[in-house]
């Protein structure tokens, strides 16, 4: 037997997906996660899965390792390498603009403090060419200071390197004659092939600050694999969507800094083919969090110029938004009102109704009190919770805000709903996007629960529950395809712009991503290149990324009229208006390397059971007690319609369906809500 397995490691539970590539099933199932131990937790997950490890031909997860550490402030001590005269690019970083007028706005504290900036002379100009050589005694006495000091990785920026690398190469070539191979070394022109100094500083930062920890989870789980007898290689989820292997992520880090949150987004482009749903809203919702994804026209809403905890990263990446609102998520008195989170009880203690010392009440808690969740089918039946222990943290809070339990955590559920409401609202209506022509795909293992109530604050009226909901993110991982994106500066105005020119460029960076693939192991045939160019008008600050047909249409005759056509729609989709008469310019060209995965994104097919409605339960709509029918997911047919109020159970998650909505199981193995409005 051989099978395929996908984690997704959240902060509460990992969620598990197995392929049985022989019978083609599928099965979804969670497993605790080990805050400050993942290893030992992915080792404990797969041994539930009660399948040999020799069994097991494909492993890929998703690790929240780099962004942990981000978020803790638990990264490497960095020393920071830049050109003499520039040691405060990263301390300045850049002004306040879209929080100019917020009084309780705070710049963030730079990773790299000044102290420990350090420049070194030698100058390249704008054009590449070297202008100063550089001051070798200088770094070799950084490298006796590095080690002497015990910084643990040293980050390396130098002005115009992503032109002409060459000082910062011969930089880490004395930094290694001295301090050898242990400590991290991280050059910007490998991190980035673009300008914007500061970003590109910052990008390097917090690649020496995330990698070294990293990088030891990922040897770790890679000889631990060993030791458990497991052949498989280990596969890590990257940042922008697609795959990469755990030899790449070492030496790159960063790519793995939104690992886990972006399998539900690449999930959700394969779903919305399935379905032809070109939008879609992909809404996470777990035990800590609640992330937010775009699909638009069938692919991830992807960034160049994204950030992570505020600092700015030049490199494609999903465009994720998250916050603190998940199951475990705290809700308490504050300023004689109520709050619902960021702050989370976590795995441990959790909330109080899991039985583990938690006492403070969550919105787990409160969909307890509610009668929306089982008490004896979480987390498909592996834990009973305690719905006297909810009910007694639910009725202390409402005793401080003068509410009774039930209103109390009606309060709780309505306030995280208009929480994550507003979450989406934030990727969609600020960027001139409305939200009512979208679909909802709801995920995770209380996205289903809460997406009723989430689609109704912002006016949508479709909603999609995918199979195996609680562990979507891990599906959409398992399917995934290699990935690999490069891009470089190539600037020119239009008018400037030789075609030749620009394919030669396209195909070096085109057949450096081919060269990788293959090194991957992916075959010629399953290899793909896309390509790029980031567009801008003259005068303006940031760029559009225009998608090329191929390499042959640069040197076309009509090029430059049908680059600028295809600009000006996607600036007026994005930004409402465009000017067909003002000139271009190109700033950047990428080029995006697939390597395609030979099972793809496929569903799970699994067997139906016999049988209707499980039972009937107590459930509370707007103060309301309702009898709700209670059914087994596994049980429904295809074209089976459920009139609210319902409960829908399945391992990974529960559905609510309001007195407002209706359920329909399709063909597909979905399930489509339709929310109707309240009159």
Request: proline residues 4%; negative net charge; contains cysteine.
């Amino acid at each position: 037997m051989a099978f395929r397995v996908a984690m997704d490691i959240g902060g509460t539970f990992t969620d598990i997906v197995v392929h049985d590539t022989e019978t083609g099933n599928f099965t979804a199932s969670k497993a605790d996660t080990t805050p400050g131990r993942l290893t030992d937790g992915v080792l404990q997950a797969i041994t539930q899965l009660r399948i040999e490890p020799g069994e097991i031909e494909y492993f890929v997860h998703g690790t929240t390792q780099g962004l942990n550490a981000l978020l803790e402030r638990k990264g490497a001590n960095v020393m920071l390498i830049t050109n003499e005269g520039m040691r405060d690019v990263y301390t300045i970083a850049r002004g306040n603009r879209t929080r100019m007028f917020d009084i309780h706005y705070r710049k963030q504290k730079p990773l790299v403090a000044r102290e420990d900036t350090f420049g070194v002379g030698g100058r390249v100009k704008a054009d590449g060419t070297e202008l100063y050589q550089l001051d070798e005694q200088r770094v070799h006495e950084l490298a006796v200071a590095a080690r002497e000091r015990g910084y643990e990785s040293i980050a390396v920026c130098l002005l115009f390197s992503f032109l002409a690398p060459e000082h910062e190469l011969r930089i880490e070539e004395i930094l290694r004659e001295v301090l050898g191979e242990e400590i991290m070394i991280v050059l910007s022109h490998r991190v980035s092939g673009e300008w914007r100094e500061y970003e590109r500083t910052s990008s390097t930062v917090l690649e020496a600050y995330t990698g070294p920890v990293v990088r030891n989870y990922l040897e770790q789980i890679g000889e631990r694999f060993v030791q458990t007898g497991i052949s498989a290689q280990v596969q890590v989820m990257q940042s922008s969507g697609g795959i990469v292997s755990a030899d790449f992520a070492r030496q790159h880090p960063l790519q793995t800094l939104l690992s886990g949150p972006v399998g539900g987004a690449a999930g959700g482009a394969a779903l919305s083919k399935v379905l032809a749903t070109p939008h879609a809203i992909c809404i996470d919702m777990g035990g800590t969090s609640f992330d937010v994804s775009l699909i638009l026209n069938h692919a991830p809403d992807i960034t160049t110029d994204g950030s992570a905890d505020g600092f700015p990263v030049l490199m494609p990446l999903v465009n994720l938004h998250t916050i603190g609102a998940g199951g475990g998520s705290i809700a308490r008195c504050a300023g004689g009102g109520l709050r619902v989170g960021p702050d989370s009880a976590g795995a441990t203690p959790g909330p109080a109704s899991y039985g583990r010392g938690g006492t403070e009440p969550t919105i787990t808690d409160a969909n307890v009190v509610l009668g929306r969740v089982d008490p004896d089918w979480f987390a498909g039946g592996r834990m009973t919770l305690d719905g006297v222990a909810a009910s007694v943290a639910v009725e202390r809070l409402g005793a401080e805000i003068g509410l009774g339990t039930i209103e109390a955590a009606e309060g709780v559920l309505d306030i995280a709903n208009a929480t994550m409401a507003q979450a989406i609202r934030t990727l969609t209506v600020e960027h001139g996007l409305e939200p009512t022509d979208f679909t909802l795909i709801a995920f995770g293992g209380a996205g289903p629960m809460h997406a009723e109530g989430i689609a109704r604050e912002l006016g949508v009226t479709r909603v999609i529950v995918p199979e195996y909901p609680g562990a979507f993110s891990a599906w959409g991982m398992l399917g995934a395809d290699v990935r690999r994106d490069f891009s470089h500066q190539f600037y020119v105005q239009r008018d400037l712009l030789d075609g030749t020119e620009l394919q030669v460029a396209l195909r070096k960076l085109g057949d450096e991503a081919r060269e990788v693939l293959t090194t991957q192991a992916i075959t010629t045939d399953m290899q793909g290149v896309e390509y790029a160019l980031d567009m801008r008008y003259i005068g303006q600050d940031y760029t559009l990324s225009i998608p090329l047909l191929g390499l042959d249409e640069v040197v076309g005759k009509d090029f430059i009229g049908d680059i600028a056509s295809r600009f000006e729609r996607s600036h007026r989709s994005r930004y409402g208006h465009a000017n067909g008469a003002a000139p271009f310019e190109i700033v950047n060209i990428r080029v995006t390397g697939t390597g395609k995965s030979p099972h793809g994104h496929i569903t799970g097919g699994s067997a139906l059971e016999s049988g209707g409605v499980v039972k009937n339960v107590a459930i509370v709509f707007n103060g309301e007690t309702h009898t709700a029918p209670v059914y087994k997911r596994s049980r429904l047919i295809p074209g089976q319609r459920i009139m609210g109020p319902a409960i829908v159970l399945e391992e990974t998650t529960t559905t609510v369906i309001s007195p407002l909505a209706s359920l329909t199981r399709e063909v597909s193995g979905v399930l489509t809500m339709e929310v109707h409005p309240r009159a």
